[in-house]
């Protein structure tokens, strides 16, 4: 399976580093953490405008998803741990979709990715 250039759209995307523990005021540990990401990079994906049937074979049984971005860059680092711009590309707004699941073939990568409300 081949992607055309011309189905593409702009994504950004950040990938998982780790999680970094927060200090209190007085650099003592409090036993929470945050989630650290990478700087947020920009590509060029095929991304579906809705779920369909065929979609949903792909991946298999699983839970709902909005929408499957498909790339033949079998070197792309999206995983299921990424945050993903796709309606907004505003990475100074909360993300707006999650990675849900990744089928890789011999050709291609398709990633099943679900919206999400996440606040500032």
């Known amino acids: 399976m081949r ?3 011309r189905n ?5 995307y950040k990938l998982y580093v780790g999680k970094e523990e927060l200090l209190d005021e007085y650099g003592n540990r409090t036993g ?3 989630i650290v990401y ?6 060029r994906i095929n991304v579906s405008a809705a779920r369909g049937e065929s979609a949903t074979r792909q991946f298999g049984e699983m839970e709902n998803y909005d929408k499957v971005m498909i ?11 990424s945050i ?6 505003d990475t100074e707004k909360p993300h707006d979709y999650i990675v849900k699941k990744v089928a890789r073939s011999l050709n291609s990568i398709s ?3 679900s919206k999400v409300n996440v606040s500032a």
């Open 3 to 5: 992607v055309l250039e």
């Open 8 to 12: 593409k759209q702009k994504i950004k």
């Open 32 to 34: 929470e953490y945050r």
């Open 38 to 43: 990478s700087d947020a990079a920009t590509m």
């Open 71 to 81: 790339t033949d860059d079998m070197d792309c680092p999206i995983d299921e741990n």
């Open 84 to 89: 993903l711009w796709i309606d907004s590309l």
């Open 111 to 113: 990633y099943a990715v």
